[in-house]
Antibody, heavy 119, light 112 residues
Framework: EVQLLESGGGLAQPGGSLRLSCAAS????????MSWVRQAPGKGLEWVST????????YYADSVRGRFTISRDNSKNTLYLQMNSLRAEDTAVYYC????????????WGQGTLVTVSS | DVLMTQSPLSLPVTLGQPASISCRSS???????????LTWFQQRPGQSPRRLIY???NRDSGVPDRFSGSGSGTDFTLKISRVEAEDVGVYYC?????????FGQGTKVEIK
């Protein structure tokens, strides 16, 4: 059974940092691209970032480029999102999502982790 | 960026009746490999999103066959042949053809 378990969310001050993790199990993690998608309170879904199966290529939304870094450790079956220079508008539930094919994202999702940016 | 426009944004439906959601993209979603990448997600209240349809019309495993996807180019549709109570939630289309990937605004399906 595929499982994705996010952690690392919490309260951060504006300008601060957080690192999210997504522990994967039930599939060959190193064979699939992975993504982060966020959802601000009461709002819709927003794609944040995607990383290829090897980690060799990464992609970002304009809203986070230069502040967030996606990475993965295939030996630990874990996906990461390093979030720096946090802003109030980064407040959201962050989901990790597995891709089937590279351009077939979201066949499995985690339960999400809440990030709140506030002073 | 590719703008994804869904309509309607709110869809009250009678149980057992059909429902249809439109999704239009500001650019063609045909990729260089010849495939069209358009995905539909369902998000039930309080839950994580769930993928229903990928590559326009391919239903995910475990998705009831009352859900179907169709369309081409820039014009796509998700249909529910007979709405059931468990179908209540918000439905999103998403395009992974062009960077950045973009979602529609979401369509809230509720029971009349």
């Amino acid at each position: 059974e595929v499982q994705l378990l996010e952690s690392g969310g919490g309260l951060a001050q504006p300008g601060g940092s957080l690192r999210l993790s997504c522990a994967a199990s039930g599939f060959t993690f190193s064979s699939y691209a992975m993504s982060w998608v966020r959802q601000a309170p009461g709002k819709g879904l927003e794609w944040v970032s995607t990383i290829t199966f090897s980690g060799g290529s990464t992609y970002y939304a304009d809203s986070v480029r230069g502040r967030f870094t996606i990475s993965r450790d295939n030996s630990k079956n874990t996906l990461y999102l390093q979030m720096n220079s946090l802003r109030a508008e980064d407040t959201a539930v962050y989901y990790c999502a597995k891709s089937g094919g590279f351009k077939d994202p979201g066949d499995y999702w985690g339960q999400g982790t809440l990030v709140t940016v506030s002073s | 960026d590719v703008l994804m426009t869904q309509s309607p944004l709110s869809l009250p439906v009678t149980l057992g009746q059909p429902a249809s959601i439109s999704c239009r993209s500001s650019q063609s979603l045909v990729y260089s490999d010849g495939n069209t990448y358009l995905t539909w997600f369902q998000q039930r209240p309080g839950q994580s999103p769930r993928r229903l349809i990928y590559k326009v019309s391919n239903r995910d495993s475990g998705v009831p066959d009352r859900f179907s996807g169709s369309g081409s180019g820039t014009d796509f549709t998700l249909k529910i042949s007979r709405v059931e109570a468990e179908d209540v939630g918000v439905y999103y289309c998403m395009q992974p053809t062009h960077w950045p990937w973009t979602f529609g605004q979401g369509t809230k399906v509720e029971i009349k």
